[in-house]
């Protein structure tokens, strides 16, 4: 993985410096809130409902073992014990005190850690394939490519105050594990006349108006993809809407002046900067490639493993998927206890995550946007202990994209902008299927607690909305969405429900899916292809 | 009731607007009927708490309840870790949220 | 030049300039009204103003000032760029809600003077200047980005 020289060192250095200044001045009333939140904001720290909320980036999701015990140290030392891990990749704390932020950032500084541009109308965190570098379907390891965009993007002197967030995905594969085609700007790695190359995408979001991307570039190669970005960005800049922040996202500019119109202004000003000196030399994406060739595997490593444990069996069938070298395999540890809180770590958990990826997994570890945290190379000889010591911590769940894996915001328990709680309708989720989810197969749930959808439940194959109803909690269900890339956004069903109705109309769904369901189909499969009245009628009667 | 409450500036905590200063316990708030616009434009201009801003509670036996559950979670806590809220140790503080 | 000269603009406002050269004495126009007349050296943009409508007159302008309305309206750091890129040497200014903390980043897309509605700190501007060694990417400024360095 990317390891910090100098100069990128020196660059999060000073930054904490910055951010320090800055928060004496609005401690001592130099700066008033107004002045304050953007710069706040860009430092990943929140305002919410109990306290400050600070969101740590985990570049493309990527961290090794000494990272995460800072994540462990962070959540222990200045918050409560925990952490919770997003839909971009990120973690975030939920109790920190503003004077307390800066010695939280110099301290993540030391394991080349930071808050950077994790909120803000600025350019975000860089999100990938968790499944990256281990994979065998991916054309190459995408997180090059994310490295270089976030040098690009950090501190970027003419994109720091976009009309809006800017959210970019890269993936390398046919198969999309990072919802890339939901993203403003997608990027998917691909090899034309044995040249790789990317095809570029633009215009996806979830949110109050769920779009998809569409594709702008059919292909660009690595030294021009920075003045190609910028070109992006600049159109976006110049002519995003600024008068209402619910239709500021580059999704609703290209949905007004149209695709083609977005593709002409961008080819325009890519042709005015591509010679100017904007993109780094190729050089430089093969000095970050070289540092993600991978490790050094076991080529010995057998390739069996002893499945008489039932519990064990049930473990390796569902959390561990094939590894493009033999004798390896790619866990996936479920943050989603049933009953849990989706994506929520204690402290504990997190060193026990860092210990098993030092001891087995080539210190290397990543965060999902599903909220859960894969071990990408671990050898099948081990998989056994792993699986004991993540049982032993409750972190042995088997339910990779059953219906208990459920993503969801933290909604009304801790977000300022939230309508309703997400939380308890994930525990009792949960709790009503856990005995059916492995009969009822692949069906990735989604919640969010409003409008903004955190949740990504436009994109789930049943998807839920809290919404405020006359000062009440109220939720709606939406059925057939997916982030991959089948890509479709959920339709809503009809009238939304209370906690337990909604739980209630979800048991009608799944139950008349499975009366209806054909061969091997999975639930939006059955959804897609019979539409959406079976489902109606078995939830309104 | 009407009830002026906001966010710590340096700690972030929730805080409540007793009549004389801030507390982080909502049974302490007062009341601030009319006088509400006045006392959140001197205390922003304090800075020591952000954002603070008025909103609807009842008189009750156990003191203000807000009438907004949005509120009631921020004068209590989150609802799913009771044992990170102001009454770990009461059985009764999550039937006042919800 | 690291710190900024303190001037007088010709309205009376205070100027953050880091030129040495005379404060241009021309009052600014609208673009309208410049795209209008033949003689103006001096040109405002509004957050709005399409920057590149200025290119084929580049030559005989002075001093563009460019309006940022609120701090948090990013256009004019493009419309600054955009300007530099196409060779212009004059004053390029940032005029209205322009604070401390966005100095930095506005140095970087090509602004060399400063007019902002509020007064800010030298002290703090000095210190937000001299914080980041080198930048990531190149802008418009003679900052060398840090790709290159590695590089050469």
Redesign the interface.
């Known amino acids: 993985m990317y390891v910090y ?1 100098e ?2 060192q ?2 999060v250095d ?1 930054r904490v ?2 951010f320090r ?2 928060v004496e ?3 001592s ?2 700066m008033t ?1 107004d ?1 304050f939140k ?2 706040r904001l860009m430092n990943g720290l929140y ?6 909320m600070l969101r740590v980036a985990v570049p493309y999701g990527t961290l090794d073992s000494r990272q995460m015990r800072m994540l462990g140290h962070i959540a222990r030392r200045y918050d ?1 014990g925990y952490g919770h891990f997003t839909t971009r990749q990120n973690i975030q704390y939920n ?5 307390d932020a800066p010695d939280i950032l110099s301290e993540l500084a030391t394991v080349q850690m930071h808050a950077i541009q994790t909120s803000g ?1 600025c350019i975000r965190n860089i999100s990938s394939d968790q499944f990256a570098g281990a994979a065998a379907d991916e054309v190459a390891d995408p997180r090059p490519w994310a490295e270089l965009i976030r ?2 993007s ?10 809006r967030k800017f959210k970019i995905a890269v993936i390398a594969a046919e198969e999309d594990r990072a919802a890339m085609r939901l993203h403003d700007i997608g990027i998917q790695l691909l090899e034309r006349d044995g040249v790789l190359g990317a095809k570029i995408f633009v215009g996806g979001g979830m949110g109050r108006t769920p779009m998809i991307a569409h594709e702008v570039k059919d292909f660009i190669t690595a030294d021009h993809l ?1 003045s190609y970005l910028e070109a992006c960005l ?1 159109v976006y ?2 002519y995003g809407r ?1 008068d209402n922040i619910y239709k500021a996202r580059i999704k609703i500019l290209l949905h007004e002046i149209g695709v083609e119109a977005y593709r002409e202004q961008v080819e325009a000003e890519f042709a ?2 591509r010679d ?3 993109d ?2 190729v ?2 994406l093969a ?1 970050i490639t070289a540092m993600f060739e991978g490790p050094d595997f076991d080529k010995d490593a057998p390739d069996t493993v002893d499945r008489s444990d039932p519990d064990y069996a049930v473990w390796l069938d569902q959390n561990v998927a094939a590894h493009k070298q033999p004798g390896h395999a790619i866990v996936t540890i479920s943050l989603k206890p049933i009953g849990g ?1 989706p994506g929520d770590a204690s402290a504990d958990q997190i060193e026990l995550m860092a210990d098993l990826a030092e001891r087995y997994g080539h210190d290397e570890l990543r965060v999902t946007h599903a909220q859960n945290i894969v071990l990408p190379h671990v050898r099948k000889a081990d998989l056994y202990a792993i699986w004991t010591a993540l049982r032993d911590a409750g972190l042995a769940e088997a339910n990779l994209d059953l219906i208990s894996d459920i993503i969801a915001c933290p909604g ?3 977000c ?1 902008l ?1 309508n309703a ?1 997400s ?2 309708l994930a ?1 009792k989720i949960g709790e009503r299927f856990a005995g059916r989810q492995r009969e009822l197969g692949e069906l990735k749930l989604k919640i969010s607690g409003c409008i903004n959808a955190c949740g990504h439940h436009h994109a789930g194959h049943i998807g839920i909305l809290g919404v405020d109803k006359k ?3 109220n939720y709606q269900l939406l059925l057939g969405g997916s982030g991959a890339e089948d890509v479709s956004l959920g339709k809503i069903t009809g009238p939304g429900f209370d906690e337990d109705g909604v739980v209630d109309a979800i048991e009608r769904v799944t139950d008349r899916y499975l009366s209806l369901r054909e061969a091997d189909e999975r639930f939006l499969d059955t959804y897609r292809r019979v539409g959406m009245q079976p489902f109606k009628e078995a939830i309104y009667g | 009731m009407k009830l002026l409450t906001g ?1 710590d ?6 805080v409540w607007w007793t009549g004389r200063e801030w507390s982080r316990h909502i049974e302490d708030a007062v009341d601030v009927g009319a006088q509400g616009e006045a006392i959140l434009r001197a205390e922003e201009g304090a ?1 020591r708490v ?2 603070p801003y008025l909103i609807d509670a009842e008189a009750t036996e156990q003191g203000p309840r807000p ?4 509120d009631r ?2 004068a209590l ?5 009771p044992d ?1 809220t102001l009454k770990p140790a009461d059985a009764d503080a999550g039937a006042w949220v919800i | 030049m690291v710190d900024p000269i303190t001037a007088n603009g010709n309205a009376g406002e205070t100027l953050l300039r880091f030129r040495d050269d005379v404060v241009h004495d021309e009052p600014a126009v609208t673009l309208d009204a410049f795209l209008g007349q033949t003689n103006a050296t001096a040109v405002r943009l509004e957050a709005g103003d399409d920057a590149r409508a200025l290119l084929p007159h580049l030559g005989q302008i002075a001093l563009v000032e460019i309006s940022f309305p609120t ?5 004019g ?3 600054a ?1 955009i300007l530099r ?1 196409a060779g212009f040497e004059g004053e390029l200014r940032a005029a209205g809600d322009v ?1 401390v ?2 100095i ?3 140095r ?2 090509g602004f060399d003077s400063f007019a902002p509605e509020k007064p800010v ?1 030298a002290a ?1 501007l000095t ?2 200047l001299a ?9 418009a400024d003679a900052r060398v ?7 050469g």
Not at chain 1, 95 to 99: Q, T
Not at chain 1, 154 to 163: A, C, D, G
Request: charged share 25%; proline share 8%; aromatic share 10%.
């Open positions: 020289d100069y990128d020196s660059i000073a410096e910055e200044d800055q001045r609005r401690l009333g130099a809130e002045q953007p710069l305002l919410q409902l109990h306290a400050y409560r109790w920190i005190k503003l004077a109308n040098q690009w950090t501190f970027h002197p003419e994109f720091t105050y976009l009309p920075m600049r800049n110049r600024r005015a900067i100017l000196g904007i780094p030399p050089a430089e000095r809180i009304l328990d801790y300022s939230a709680r939380i308890p525990q000062g009440t909690e | 966010n500036l340096a700690t972030g905590d929730v800075r952000n954002v009438a907004h559950i949005k979670i921020r806590g989150p609802t799913v870790r990170l | 701090f948090r309206d990013g256009r750091y493009s419309a760029r890129e604070l903390d966005q930095p980043h506005m970087r897309c700190d703090t210190k937000l914080l980041y060694p080198q930048p990531y990417q190149k802008a980005p840090v790709w290159k360095l590695r590089h």
